[in-house]
């Protein structure tokens, strides 16, 4: 939807393609934690649109880390004033599906809906997508944003590369008591010693919290999932009424890939979003790094649509396609690194965590990394796109 309503911006018509039903909800919250780099390329291709979404999450000011039960770092930002747009906000990811829906319809992007593709093929300067309802679509250029199983990407002879992790993370929503609402801060706790030392993350959202934890090694994660399974921990690190308002719980492992290409031989497919790389969530670089995708796979098509020679329509796809794939690759070293520093368990890596909690009372620096460390590292300076995810 983020690449339908570039186009529109551009003056471009657009269609989205759909599997699934108009009316259909789609489970749990997902993305979260929208960065504000995200809000401000939104409010770019739309003005408005970036603010608004602000406006339906939640910024929290305070985190804090806790090591076996002790709390090691704690940071509060000042307030936000009117306005400005925050770090990041956190809401839902189907209330972003929602309003993305609702300004796309008002651009004049069009949906098909029902109509799950199941191959692309190219010939004579055009992309023919056939459904598996019987029917085709022909276009000049198509933007694969089908997802990780992207029947797209796959018929487009591109795949995505690279391993599947092996640690599980259960991820449980749970509603907010608004009699008596928690305070509203992100909190991580290393070796919580409620759940026999597993680490736990507390991040809050509009009206929710989403509360991961991350299993041993041994662990059978099922023993965890589910409503039923997590009613079994819940409680040992949240106020009991907790474990009756869960609204959601599912259980990860996630896969760290990127697409060998994000455009096939033809330059007319173009792959965006988890079509062209799944990264575990730690950073919250996925949706984040979909939008630049898709805003820069628009503007690829159109300056492609523009240009004067094939030559110069081939470099302008080359261009989206070698930039956003190097951006993948910069996202999920980042995202291994958060991966590594949660789930290695080597004897060194938890001495020098140890270590870190003991020296940060009298030395900020190792809680401040003991606190950063489970996100990845700290964004740089943006690409020469501009996009810094
Ligand atoms: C637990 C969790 C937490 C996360 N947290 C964050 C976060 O805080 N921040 C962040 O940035 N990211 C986060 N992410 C990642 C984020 O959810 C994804 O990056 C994002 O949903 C990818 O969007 P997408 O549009 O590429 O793919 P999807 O959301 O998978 O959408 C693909 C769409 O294509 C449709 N489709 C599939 N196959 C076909 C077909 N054959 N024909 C037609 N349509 C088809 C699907 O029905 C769907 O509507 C998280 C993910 C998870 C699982």
Redesign the pocket.
């Known amino acids: 939807m983020t690449a339908a309503l570039a186009l529109r911006a551009l003056g471009r018509p657009a269609t989205v393609?759909?599997?699934?039903a108009q009316e259909r909800i789609r489970p749990?919250s997902?993305?979260?934690?929208?960065h504000s780099a995200s809000l401000m390329l939104l409010e770019k291709i739309h003005p408005g649109l970036g603010f608004e979404l602000n406006s339906y999450g939640l910024t929290w000011r305070t985190k804090r880390t806790f090591y076996r039960g002790r709390e090691i770092y704690h940071r509060t930002y000042p307030p936000i004033p009117d306005g400005v747009m925050p770090r990041a906000t956190s809401l839902p990811?189907i209330v972003t599906e929602r309003l993305l829906y609702r300004t796309c319809v008002e651009a004049g992007v069009e949906f098909i809906w029902n109509?799950?593709?199941?191959s692309a093929s190219v010939s004579n300067n055009r992309v023919t997508l056939a459904a598996a309802t019987g029917g085709s679509l022909t276009a000049q250029y198509v933007i694969a944003?089908?997802?990780?199983?992207?029947?797209v990407r796959e018929t487009a002879g591109l795949r995505l590369e690279g391993p599947q992790t092996t640690n599980a993370f259960v991820?449980v929503d749970t509603k907010e008591d608004t009699e008596q609402p928690l305070p509203v801060e992100r909190v991580f706790h290393y070796e919580h010693p409620a759940v026999d030392g597993r680490n736990v993350l507390f991040v809050p959202f509009s009206g929710h919290w989403r509360v991961d934890l991350q299993c041993h090694p041994a662990d059978d994660p099922e023993k965890f999932s589910g409503v039923d399974g997590a009613r079994t921990w819940l409680p040992e690190v949240m106020p009991e009424e907790y474990a009756s308002r869960i609204t959601w719980v599912?259980t990860?492992i996630f896969r760290q890939a990127v697409a060998n290409n994000f455009s096939d031989d033809s330059r007319r497919i173009l792959l965006?979003?988890?079509?062209a790389h799944v990264f575990a969530?730690f950073g919250?670089?996925?949706?984040?790094s979909?939008i630049p995708d898709a805003i820069l796979a628009a503007g690829a098509i159109d300056c492609a649509l523009k240009s004067a020679s094939r030559s110069d329509a081939l470099t302008a796809v080359d261009h989206f396609a070698a930039s956003r794939r190097a951006a993948a690759l910069r996202n999920r070293a980042a995202s291994n690194t958060a991966l590594r520093h949660l789930t290695s368990a080597t004897i060194t890596r938890r001495a020098v965590h140890r270590a870190a909690a003991a020296i940060a009372p009298v030395f900020s620096a190792a809680g401040r990394w003991m606190d950063s460390a489970p996100y990845g590292p700290v964004l740089g300076e943006p690409d020469a796109d501009g996009m810094q995810y």
Not at 30 to 34: D, E, K, Q, S, V
Not at 115 to 118: G, K
Not at 272 to 275: I, L, P, R, S, V
Request: hydrophobic share 35%.
């Open positions: 393609v759909e599997a699934g749990g997902r993305a979260i934690f929208i990811q109509t799950p593709i199941v944003a089908d997802g990780s199983r992207s029947p991820i599912s990860y965006c979003g988890e079509a969530p919250a670089r996925g949706l984040n979909g």
